[in-house]
């Protein structure tokens, strides 16, 4: 079983960037789709972007542009998430979690969850 780790969070100003990890251990990324995911108190969660094993990715919250960029590196089992130009609206704890055959804006199609890391935005 995958396990996953996020680490980079902690409080930024608004207009401020940040750069989330997700680091995997067990089998390895290499033939998995990682979603970044957050949810906020009170807050539904929601799908923030997904890259997939072939190394193309969706961004659900922007549909596109460069606030939001998923990249990874199967050599170090890792997917980073940056996030430019925060909004007090990104605040939230961030998960990622892994598929093993495609991205999914839906959570209920995942099985393996990182602990999450919380980003908080605000002056």
């Known amino acids: 079983q995958l396990r996953l780790v996020e680490s980079g969070g902690g409080l930024v100003q608004p207009g401020g960037s940040l750069t989330l990890s997700c680091v995997a251990s067990?089998?390895?990324?290499?033939?998995?789709?990682i979603t970044w995911f957050r949810q906020a108190p009170g807050k539904e969660r929601e799908g923030v972007a997904c890259i997939r094993a072939r190394g193309d990715s969706t961004d659900y919250l922007e549909r596109g542009g460069d606030r939001i960029i998923i990249s990874r590196d199967n050599a170090k089992d890792t997917v980073t998430l940056q996030m430019h130009r925060l909004k007090p609206e990104d605040s939230g704890k961030y998960y990622c979690?892994?598929?093993?055959?495609?991205?999914?804006?839906?959570?209920?199609?995942?099985?393996?969850w990182g602990q999450g890391t919380q980003v908080t935005v605000s002056s």
């Open positions: 979690a892994a598929h093993p055959g495609y991205c999914s804006e839906s959570g209920t199609q995942y099985n393996d």
């Open positions: 067990g089998p390895g990324i290499r033939d998995y789709a």
